[in-house]
């Protein structure tokens, strides 16, 4: 047995108890015992990235100290190992989103470099003049600009689907929407900004009885909720390493194997061929094709880790936590005056936006930071959904699965502070 493999079992947690120990569960992150500004950190900005526990930074350590080898062309003992690592870390997330095969899975830099792959990729084969691109208005940036690029190119057009002023989907609108001039719909599963559920499995069945492909941006949603892309039958799904507490610089595209096969490479170098000579290049079978150049090796090993680590508590498990504690912070926001709650939707998950009549978010923002409070404020990377709700910002609470009650508290008595200091 291999370092890396000992440190995976003994240290990820067996946790089959029923009871959600919030408290034993953050002394797994390291970071989360620190004070700022004086004060203990409460971390409130999971959306933007999350946490690491313990596991994901040994593992991380370990692979450097014990296996570092490039992976799929040493014949070595050490390159073999770490080829085993990096391809079992694709299986590790092939269970986790239930996919068909291992060769699905496309280890890449996260959820933006995902979407600009498909675009680039399926979207430059078979995206062609007048066809359409249904997008909607809730999406991040990197669901909207690959797809502009895209439109730019092509003389395709791009179609957003309206949202309501709770922040939901309009599926009639989506419904009208849908022509034969559609070749592709992109939506995100978590809004952002708002924390709107949307009804992903609907969207793909109204899609699919009209034979279009469905990309899903899943980087909100993977942290919260169990995914199965199976039961989904979405086309497409991104997601990122470092929001499901993993590393930075590492994300996954899953993709239907026969819809990876047709697809052109998205970039050119190493392992992603078969051969080459001047005249011409045999390309790598999926998923290498698609994965040019040494990866980020350490990184899919941390992920895999990561995800170890969140099925150890499991996901229905957090996400009941986090239902629970972002209905209480809902309430307890609700009630302080002046504040105005962005995105209201029936079905959410992790995510509080709001705005403090008369103070610009990112004044609240720096009051908050002065408590300690880590919380994102501006337009989240989602103008358009600024615009919808006509504010130029607002500040946003996104919570994971260590964050707890206390937490809320503090939050709802530093506004009351951001309130004296700007009243
Ligand atoms: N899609 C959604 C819905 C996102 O929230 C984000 C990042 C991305 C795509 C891009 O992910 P990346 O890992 O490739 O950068 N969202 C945020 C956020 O809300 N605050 O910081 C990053």
Known sequence: MTALSRQK?????????????VERIREDFPILGQKVNGKPLVYLDNAATSQKPQAVIDVIKTYYATENSNIHRGVHTLSERATRAYESARSEVKRFINAQEDREIIFVRGSTEGINLVANSYGRKFIQSGDEIIISWMEHHSNIVPWQLLCEE??????????????????????????TRTKLVSIAHVSNALGSINPVKTIVEMAHS???????????????????????????YVFSGH????????????????????????????DMIKSVTFEKTLYNVVPYKFEAGTPNIAGAIGLGTAIHY??????????AYERELLSYATEAISEIKGIRII????????????????????????????????????????????QRFGVPATARASLGLYNTREEIDALVRALYKVIEVFR
């Open 210 to 236: 009209r034979g279009i492909p469905v990309l899903i941006d899943g980087a909100q949603a993977a942290p919260h909720m169990p995914v199965d892309v199976t039961e989904m039958d979405c086309d497409f």
């Open 154 to 179: 092509k003389d395709a057009v791009l179609r957003v689907v309206p949202i309501n002023d709770d922040g939901e989907l309009m599926l009639n609108e989506y419904e009208k929407l849908l022509s």
């Open 310 to 319: 969140v099925n150890s508590i499991g996901l229905e498990r957090i996400n």
């Open 243 to 270: 929001k499901l507490y993993g590393p930075t610089g590492i994300g996954i595209l899953y993709g239907k194997a026969h819809l990876l096969e047709d697809m052109p490479p998205y970039q050119g170098g190493g």
């Open 343 to 386: 995105g209201t939707a029936k079905e959410k998950a992790g995510i509080l936006s709001f705005i403090l009549e008369g103070v610009h978010a990112h004044d609240v923002g720096t009051v908050l930071d002065h408590e300690g409070i880590a919380l994102r404020t501006g337009h989240h990377c989602a103008q358009p959904v600024m």
């Open 9 to 21: 079992l003994t240290q990820t947690r067996e946790t089959s108890h029923d009871i959600y120990d």
